[in-house]
């Protein structure tokens, strides 16, 4: 038994081939936008660049930074749940060994594509060990080669701070917290 099948063609115009009427509407737009804003002002906000600076909403995140522990080390830990919930995948991370067995792997690489990330904040909740922050409040400076906006290890540890979380449950008293 074999199906019957309907094609359906659109029928069109001609005025509907050449757009004209499409793009007289858009034009339209664009003219009552272009009045609207050079003689009534209400959509647009203009600051002086260099003297005056953009305020961000209070949730604005800002640039990455990698936090460091009290001895001056990188908290990062290399276990690779930030660059596995990234969705964007910005971040890339080539664990190391240390001779030391009581110190954990640490990043030898950690590098961040600034023009790849979406700044959804997802690398900094899956952090275990509170090793990377995006709370500098620093936009992203403009570059001129996509290389410039790669951040290195050394540029995020630039940015950071000594963390005061507790990490892996340290201290005597670590059970009577929680």
Same mark, same amino acid.
């Given at each position: 038994?074999?199906?019957?099948? $309907? ?18 509407? =858009? ?19 203009? &600051?002086?660049?260099?003297?005056? $600076? ?17 001895? =001056? ?5 290399? %276990?690779?749940? %930030? ?7 910005? &971040? ?6 240390? @001779? @030391?067995? $009581? ?8 590098? &961040? @594509? ?5 700044? %959804? =904040?997802?690398?900094?909740?899956? %952090?275990?060990? @509170?090793? &990377? ?19 290195? $290890? ?25």
């Amino acid at each position: 038994m074999a199906a019957r099948v $309907k094609i359906v063609r659109p029928t069109r115009t001609f005025k509907d081939e050449i757009y004209l009427v499409e793009v007289v509407r =858009g034009l339209g737009v664009t003219l009552r936008h272009l009045f609207v804003n050079l003689l009534f002002r209400r959509e647009t906000t203009t &600051i002086q660049y260099p003297e005056e $600076k953009a305020t961000y909403p209070e949730r604005f995140r800002g640039l990455h930074r990698l936090m460091t522990r009290d001895d =001056g080390s990188v908290r990062c830990v290399a %276990c690779m749940m %930030c660059s596995t919930a990234c969705p964007a995948r910005c &971040i890339h991370i080539e664990p190391a060994q240390t @001779d @030391d067995a $009581k110190v954990e792997k640490f990043p030898a690489v950690f590098q &961040i @594509d600034e023009l790849l990330c979406v700044d %959804c =904040g997802l690398c900094v909740e899956a %952090c275990p060990c @509170d090793a &990377i922050r995006m709370d500098t409040g620093v936009h992203p400076s403009p570059v001129l080669h996509r290389k410039d906006a790669l951040m290195s $290890k050394i540029d995020l540890l630039s940015r950071s701070a000594r963390s005061i979380a507790v990490q892996g449950g340290e201290g005597p008293d670590w059970r009577k917290s929680s």
